[in-house]
């Protein structure tokens, strides 16, 4: 050990020794300029954006250099009728015999416009006729379009004639399409033009828009009542697939005695229950544990090959989707407190066996225990309530001592067949 | 056809933890009923062939003739649970190192299935069985993370005293063809259950003589001193135990 320390070699396997030593270095440095306890309010580590620039803030104040503003003037491009304007510039900005060499008005850019393709007479006449439609609306119709940026709303409010916002953009669509398609013969170019692609439909429009008002509409009550014919549709659907399992695989073997799941909570909705196709209807889930066990062996099968330990894990995955998390931890528990291997150091067939069995047992011994609790807890009000209660009826009295009896001598009767059972293992 | 039915109606003395689904059940049933030569890929249901496997890896300390990149000589292997000879089940081996390594694909075409090498580093060594035609023509993948470094860091490394890890697992063969249950029927490595009642099988087809056969096994091998002896009647008496505090537990509880 010591040479290997000399030496400088890791001292195990690769991966894992350097990544233990590069963590503490880290902590260690911090960046000059903060305090270390503010920098350990970020975590220890340097913060994602680059922090303000301090020697750029010590900058800021305004150096001692005066302004001047000149009165200019100016055009801009986006208008169209050479309007001449007048406007203050600062000096700050480099000017030249009194005109500013940036030329366009700087927010002219900004006037941006959807570019509409405008139809010749002669195009309307070969492929634009429509029997609704007049050359006159549609003239006015595209006009609109132009005028206000494709804004559909503000155009059918517009519209000189009552048509509906649907209709309106179909025509411009379907015009728009036959004009591309006019213009453009050789169809590969253009295929893959919106227009073509995803084709204005109409009526697919209208329903949508109809549904979304019908949803909007929707009162609170009717909500209500969706959501709980949406649960119990499921729930159906659930207690079918179980069924139908355990018809398929007609296994004879009972299921364990005394296995009740009773973890289950029923939903609580104000439902009644769902038809109990082929089901006990005090176990509201189906545990055949008989089924898990068949469906888990034939995708085993299905393998040709595996390992002991593998189908082991398979079945012990089967077994324990139907618990919690928490019973699955309180199963290992209890057997590591028997002193059993969690994972059979041993795994032959009589063993792996033997092993599910136990967890089974385990697994019945826990819901028994808290079969009890609730009991017990049952039994706590009528306690309490005949201490206060004058004597009553005999019913009364009897109930009593029964429940007292096995909340409290419980523990003690425990210890004592455990105790008896381990020494009997032993003779 | 008789014994798929047969099986069906000792279905409780079957090894076997269930029996198989209906429709499955048809469909093999169709099938024995063709020639001979079909016969031999004729699969049998309700029997499964596990044989039991030990694999890991022994590690030796070079002491002072270890270099950096060289301070120990490593042993990977799969041998048989009681040191039989594999290759009546296992083709070939394949193990796979790091890639640190020259050729970290290494191929083992005989038994006994292992590989030495010297290093320094520990990493996981991914070994694929493949089998023999008659026995299954998908090959299995066995997980070993090597380890060379004692689990106590502070005990001193000898050159004498090897780390050694050794894990016990069976291979199972849920439904083993007829031509390998015949053939190895009879093998030390090999557990086959007890067959249905009303089942013969043709005599196997005598393939090597008993001398070639000893040569694969591990019972002499160099390192057996340092084999661990899996016993699962401690396994099984240990399960027992816990068992029976259970049910004692569950009586009380029930009847309470």
Redesign the interface.
């Known amino acids: 050990m010591d040479a290997k320390d000399i030496l400088g070699l890791p001292k195990n396997s690769f991966p894992p020794q350097e990544k233990k030593s590069r963590p503490p270095k880290e902590s260690q440095r911090k960046p000059d300029g903060i305090s270390r306890e503010v920098y350990a309010l970020t975590g220890g580590l340097a913060p994602l954006m680059p922090a303000v620039d301090s020697s750029q803030l010590k900058r800021r104040p305004p150096p001692d250099e005066k302004v001047a503003w000149q009165w200019l003037g100016f055009t801009s491009s986006a208008r169209k009728d050479n309007l001449h304007l007048y406007h203050w510039v600062s000096s700050s900005v480099r000017v030249v015999n009194g005109v500013p060499p940036t030329g366009d008005y700087s927010f002219a850019k900004y006037n941006k416009s959807v570019d509409i393709t405008r139809y010749t007479d002669e195009e309307y006449e070969k492929y634009l006729t429509d029997p609704r439609w007049t050359k006159e609306e549609t003239d006015q119709l595209f006009d609109l379009c132009e005028q206000f940026d494709l804004r559909f709303i503000v155009i059918a409010d517009r519209f000189p004639s009552s048509r509906t916002l649907e209709e309106l953009k179909d025509r411009y669509y379907s015009v728009s399409r036959a004009l591309l398609i006019a213009r453009n013969p050789s169809s590969v170019d253009i295929a893959a033009h919106p227009l073509l692609k995803e084709p204005y439909n109409i009526s697919r429009d209208v329903e949508r828009k109809r549904a979304m008002s019908l949803v909007l509409s929707q009162t609170r009550q009717q909500e209500q009542r969706d959501e709980e014919v949406l649960a119990e549709a499921k729930r159906i659907a659930q207690s079918r697939i179980p069924a139908k399992v355990s018809q398929e695989s007609e296994m004879a073997v009972a299921p364990n005695a005394g296995v009740e799941v009773t973890e289950r909570t029923i939903p609580g909705e104000t439902v009644s229950p769902p038809p109990s196709n082929a089901q006990h209807p005090l176990i509201p889930v189906p545990p055949p544990l008989s089924t898990e066990n068949a469906s888990t062996l034939a995708s085993l099968r299905i393998l040709r090959v595996y390992l002991r330990t593998y189908a082991l894990e398979q079945m012990l995955q089967a077994a324990s989707s139907t618990a919690g998390l928490r019973t699955i931890k309180r199963v290992e528990q209890t057997l590591q407190d028997l002193g059993v291997n969690l994972k059979p150091r041993v795994p032959t067939k009589a063993v792996c066996a033997e092993h599910l069995e136990l967890r089974k047992e385990i697994l019945t011994l826990l819901n028994l225990q808290k079969q009890l609790q609730y009991k017990e807890a049952e039994g706590l009000p009528f306690r309490e309530g005949s201490f206060t209660e004058t004597p009553g009826t005999p019913k009364d009295r009897t109930f009593v001592p029964d429940s007292s009896f096995g909340g409290n001598e419980l523990c003690t009767c425990n210890l004592i067949y455990l105790l008896l059972g381990i020494l009997s293992t032993f003779y | 056809m008789t014994n798929s039915s047969s099986s069906k109606k000792h279905?409780q003395d079957q090894?076997e933890?269930?029996?198989p689904?209906?429709?499955s059940h048809r469909t093999k049933m169709g099938k024995s009923e063709d020639t001979d030569k079909k016969n031999l890929g004729k699969k049998l249901k309700d029997v499964e062939i596990?044989v039991?496997i030990v694999y890991g890896n022994i590690a030796f300390w070079l002491g002072k003739k270890a270099s950096?990149y060289q301070?120990h000589k490593w042993t990977v292997y799969v041998r048989g649970a009681s040191n039989e000879d594999l290759g009546a089940i296992v083709k070939r081996a394949v193990f796979q190192l790091h890639s640190s390594f020259n050729n970290p694909t290494r191929v083992v075409e005989s038994p006994p299935f292992e590989l030495s090498e010297a290093g320094?580093?520990?990493?996981e060594i991914v070994i694929t069985l493949h089998?023999h035609s008659d026995v299954?023509?998908?090959p299995?993948n066995?997980y070993h993370h090597l380890k060379l470094?004692p689990e106590d860091?502070n005990s001193?490394?000898s050159t004498k005293k090897p780390v050694v890890v050794e894990l016990?697992?069976?291979?199972?063969?849920?439904?083993p063809s007829e031509a390998f249950l015949s053939r190895v029927q009879n093998h030390p490595a090999v557990?086959v259950p007890r067959l249905p009642p009303g089942v013969t099988l043709p005599p196997p087809i005598p393939v090597e003589d008993a001398s070639k056969r000893r040569k694969g096994d591990t019972k002499d091998h160099p390192l057996s001193q340092w084999f661990t002896n899996?016993?699962?009647a401690?396994?099984?008496l240990?399960?027992?135990?816990?068992?029976?505090?259970?049910?004692?537990?569950?009586?009380?509880?029930?009847h309470?």
């Open positions: 279905g090894p933890l269930s029996g689904t209906p429709k596990s039991p950096e301070s320094w580093g520990e990493f089998f299954c023509d998908k299995l066995l470094y860091e001193s490394m016990y697992d069976e291979i199972v063969f849920p439904d557990n899996f016993s699962e401690d396994e099984l240990q399960l027992a135990a816990a068992r029976q505090q259970v049910y004692t537990t569950q009586y009380r509880q029930s309470l």
